[in-house]
């Protein structure tokens, strides 16, 4: 009995000095806007984040603030800019303007895809982020499954559009609407239940199964089928945040800041969304209208303005216009992405 008294105490003044498991030597905050349960966080930022840890061999440690917890949609750029967040989920097109080079991404009718699309943005875009976004560090890109048109009433053609109020993935969708005789009602995809069921909005653009991720497929009864536009978002991080890192913790997130790591993290979401298509088909609840060749060729000439309209504002910028659609176009066929 001695022995093993003695024994536990011993055994308990060892465990009182053992060393506790190391904290992690970064702890970094991944801002986004999406709800918790979106397959974004579930199947993109969680993986991507595990990953990190792993690689770094538990160095770096990734806590998610999710459902604009540390700051609205729109204002997320500004936030790992400023080290609000040390990582955030942006949309660029939230605000209008302010990434002209970018917004080509936007309009429709260019990636046909999310998957191999996302690698083609990524490869496309990560030198011009150096200038047209120098105050973050540009990681990888995340773009949906293509989206559509979703809406209260059948809209088949372009004129269809005409004095309808409609809410816009992104700022290059709202002049599409508006080019169109539509209006745009601008809100960020958590608002956007909010602004169909109240009425504000006829329609909206948006990715086939955010409609029942949302919460919005009791509202818009009516799709049109085909793949019609992109909205792409990033994962940015703080600049003092990267560069404060070890050379060694660096390189953990540099290698996984690549076209091939935007084209793993899309795969999941671009998956997830496509499946709403088939949801809606199965039901009798949904009608989706498939256009004729006729009517592809009348939104493809409708969205011809867009790229015109891109053209003066990265000329405004000072910048090539020519050389850059030059390059998204092959970087998107060299990855079998493009909308022939």
Same mark, same amino acid.
């Given at each position: ?6 024994a ?16 992690a ?7 986004h ?9 579930a ?7 595990e ?9 770096i440690?990734?806590?998610i603030?999710?459902a ?11 936030m790992?800019r400023?080290?609000?967040a ?18 080509l ?13 996302? @690698?083609a ?7 011009i ?9 540009f990681?990888?890109?995340n ?10 009433e059948?809209?088949k ?26 209006a ?23 990715p086939w199964n955010?409609?029942?991720i ?6 818009t ?6 793949p019609?536009?992109?909205s792409?978002?990033m ?9 404060g ?15 091939d ?7 999941g ?8 298509r ?8 949904h009608?989706?209208? @498939? ?18 309209a ?5 000329t405004?910028?000072?910048a ?16 079998d992405?493009?909308?022939e």
């Amino acid at each position: 009995m001695k022995f093993t008294i003695a024994a536990a105490v011993a055994a308990t003044l060892l465990a009182s000095t053992a060393i506790p498991a190391a904290a992690a030597e970064v702890e970094l905050r991944l801002a986004h806007w999406l709800p918790p349960t979106h397959p974004v966080q579930a199947l993109g930022i969680e993986p991507w984040i595990e990953s990190i840890k792993q690689a770094s061999e538990g160095r770096i440690d990734v806590t998610i603030f999710p459902a604009s917890q540390l700051g609205a949609a729109p204002d997320h750029y500004d936030m790992a800019r400023d080290g609000i967040a040390d990582i955030s989920y942006v949309n660029p097109g939230y605000q209008a303007g302010r990434f002209p080079i970018y917004s080509l991404a936007e309009i429709p009718f260019h990636a046909t895809n999310a998957k191999s699309g996302a @690698k083609a943005l990524h490869e496309w875009y990560a030198p011009i982020a150096e200038t047209e976004m120098a105050d973050v560090k540009f990681c990888l890109i995340n773009p949906h499954d293509p989206g559509t048109l979703h809406s209260k009433e059948p809209i088949k053609v372009p004129e269809d559009i005409r004095g309808k109020n409609i809410r816009p993935a992104h700022a290059t969708m709202a002049r599409f609407i508006s080019q169109l005789g539509g209006a745009s009602v601008q809100v960020p995809a958590p608002e956007a239940r909010e602004a169909i069921t109240k009425g504000t909005a006829d329609a909206m653009t948006f990715p086939w199964n955010s409609i029942y991720i949302f919460g919005i497929d009791q509202a818009t009864k009516y799709h049109l089928d085909m793949p019609f536009y992109l909205s792409s978002q990033m994962l940015l991080l703080n600049k003092a945040t990267y560069e404060g890192m070890s050379e060694e913790n660096r390189k953990v997130i540099d290698d996984h800041c690549t076209a091939d790591w935007s084209e793993k993290f899309s795969i999941g979401w671009a998956d997830n969304e496509y499946s709403g298509r088939q949801k809606m088909i199965d039901s009798s609840e949904h009608t989706l209208y @498939k256009p004729t060749d006729e009517e592809v060729q009348l939104w493809r000439e409708a969205s011809k303005p867009l790229i015109e309209a891109w053209r003066a504002d990265v000329t405004a910028k000072g910048a090539d216009p020519d050389a850059i659609y030059e390059s998204y176009v092959e970087a998107l066929k060299r990855n079998d992405a493009f909308y022939e």
